[in-house]
């Protein structure tokens, strides 16, 4: 067998009717373009994101946190081209893995596989992580405990039936984009001739004199700007469960990006330009500066939302994250025992053990540094994104010149200027988080060449859905 995972018009298996699970298991097609984009948009999490890690971008780059935000969106839109043409043709539960190794070979698909469990394993963490700031008007409670009841409540819910999440991750995204709007309106209705501009970046320095952001901290911020919308990736994770994943991936994806970058990027703006001063827009008090515009009852309500839009947030990582790990046992990543174990479903048809094996050490990981696990997030969003653009530019050769799936406009254009300015972003990433990230890598790379690579024939074949084979 060749290093190149076998093309999609291979046929997978149904599940052996004696349930010995001879054969591999394929999850329920259960959900549309609707429910599909608010479980991708509660991924996104806009108003926890936009509470919990805009807060540090205003800290590091003060007003120029909008324009990071705005190019990281801009740039994400070529990601999502990516996405959608990779996701319809290749719709496995397996997400970006999947479609790289398929395309580019299964070494490129066992890395970026890696990557992305570095970031559904720490993002729901450090999202949760913020929960105790905005549980303060009703309970003080550590940031820590906070963080590990959010992710636990979070496992619970991801046990239950994916259409059923559905519906309790919308109800929870209404009142995330309401406390959004709150935010916008208060904002601008507070605007400033003063306000510092959304466009020459300046951020508090020592005794609150301003202090011009270089361009070299705004590109650098890019990579935090990057996670903050990269959500929209979870379409491609639940493309097995999407009814219709030709046609209602690439919406989903795209739907969600727009949404979510409207959703953030316009309060973001608002805040800046509402605040009253800069020192107290680098401070990054959101939650105080909205009790400031209105009154503490305001400030209270957009606290809870926020505070129930990170429990939405935790719900819909947990989903996506178990997926992400029974595709990976459904195509033998891991020793048989493992793989066993991982590609078990549940009553409700969940893989409950993927599920639990992401959700509690997410509630572990709540005890470590915030920062640290951010930064470390950012370099591996902004490698996933590599790889999965360089496997673009082998979509259409061979069999998949003519298959049937979503194609991208201004291809090769598109992904071949990504590369190039993600390999720019890479550069100007934290050392420590690029040593950490790349550690991880080169170990498993380790893992790869003396386990993986030598059981070529029985481990690491992608599975891919049989009705999408015909």
Known sequence: MTDTLRPPLAVAADPAP??????????????????GTLLTLSCVTPASTLFVIVPDLFSSIGSATALAIAIG?????????????????IPSAGGEYAMVG???????????????????????????????????PIVHVSAPVAGAA???????AGLLDLRANAWITGIFLVLEVIAAGVVSVLGFSHANAGAPSLVHGVVAGDGGVATTVSMGAIVGAIGIALFITQGFSTAVYLSEE????RRNVSRTVLWTLAISTAVILVPVAA???????LQTLTDGDISGLVTTWSNSAVGTFISLCVALAIINAGIVMVIQNSRVLFASARDKAWPEPVNKAFSTL???????????????????????????????TGVAVTGMYLLVAVATLFSRRGAHRHASAWRMPLWPAAPVLLILVLLGIM???????????????AAATLYWLFYLRPRQDTHWVITLPEDEQA
């Not at 395309?103 to 570095?118: D, E, K, P, Y």
């Not at 959010?150 to 619970?156: G, H, I, K, N, S």
């Open 346 to 376: 549940g009553r409700f048809g969940s893989p409950w053990v993927a599920t639990l094996a992401v959700g509690l050490p997410g509630a572990a990981l709540c005890f470590v540094k915030a920062e640290m696990l951010t930064e470390i």
């Open 427 to 441: 550069t100007q990433l934290g050392v420590q988080p690029l040593l950490w990230t790349g550690g991880i890598t």
């Open 73 to 89: 969106s801009v740039l994400c839109i070529a990601v999502a081209f990516c996405y959608s043409e990779l996701g319809t043709l």
């Open 18 to 35: 004696d349930g010995s699970g001879t054969h591999p298991q394929k999850l329920k097609r259960s959900i549309g373009v609707v429910g």
């Open 242 to 245: 999407l009814e219709n994943p």
């Open 271 to 277: 805040i800046t330009v509402g605040a009253p001063d």
């Open 102 to 136: 398929t395309l580019a070979g299964r070494l490129a698909g066992w890395l970026v596989f890696v990557l992305s469990l570095i970031v559904v394993m720490i993002v729901p963490s450090v999202i949760a992580l913020g929960t105790a700031d905005y549980l303060a």
């Open 150 to 156: 959010v992710m636990l409540a979070a496992t619970l």
